[in-house]
């Protein structure tokens, strides 16, 4: 039996505090429409420059618990659940030392990113200037990943994070998706590739932006 003073061992002997262990960190992209292209949130980084907003996670705390600490502090964002995108662990990523990555995903309209933003310590960049930004890690490669994993959920669904009001017309609809997806979309292709998973609410736009446009929704069920 063993005593309480004595740690499980496996069939080497070992127990689990004579292996090294890395470091767990966690790293955010937070993405949005803005301007007509995707954006990506960067904080100021302690050691100078940009990166994207991370920590490294506490003794007894939860992935998902470090990614909200790490937002609500360093970027003043909060009641968002992101998700986890992918495990980056090369052995080389950080200077530092042995530190593994788990990095996560949200996108949010513009307006829930930017209204609080605090231009002092964050700011939103082009996806496609990211090489501009030296940024620290391999921090441009996640949200490389990232960029890539959201696009391919614009390409076949509408508007799947919601960046859009419940009901919108075929434009606005359009113009979300090319800003996602960084590319002009032809605008009869694009109807019939999503108006299977739409419906109409029967009411109209109210004209302010163009002409009255029928109003649509993603289809429920």
């Not at 859009?164 to 605008?187: D, I, M, N, P, Y």
């Amino acid at each position: 039996m063993t005593s309480s003073h004595e740690l499980p061992t496996d069939q080497h002997g070992k127990t689990l505090q004579d292996y090294p262990r890395p470091s767990v960190a966690v790293d955010t992209a937070l993405l949005t429409a803005h301007d007509g292209g995707l954006k990506v949130l960067l904080v100021h980084s302690p050691g100078g420059g940009w990166a994207l907003p991370g920590t490294f996670l506490h003794p007894g705390e939860r992935l998902a618990d470090a990614v909200l600490r790490s937002l609500r502090e360093k970027a003043g964002v909060t009641g968002r659940s992101p998700q986890q995108l992918h495990v980056f662990d090369e052995p080389g990523r950080d200077a530092r030392g042995w530190v593994l990555s788990v990095a996560h995903v949200d996108v949010l309209p513009a307006s829930a990113l930017l209204e609080p933003l605090n231009s002092e310590r964050a700011t939103v960049v082009a996806v496609e200037e990211i090489h501009n930004c030296e940024l620290p890690y391999d921090h441009a490669q996640i949200i490389g990943f990232a960029v890539e994993q959201v696009r391919s959920r614009y390409a076949t669904t509408p508007d799947p994070a919601g960046l859009l009001k419940e009901s919108f017309t075929l434009k606005e609809l359009r113009e979300v998706h090319e800003a996602v997806l960084g590319e002009a979309l032809q605008r009869d292709t694009f109807r019939r590739s999503m108006e299977r998973e739409l419906e109409a609410t029967g009411e109209m736009s109210d004209g302010t932006q163009g002409r009255p446009a029928a109003l649509f929704r993603v289809r429920r069920g």
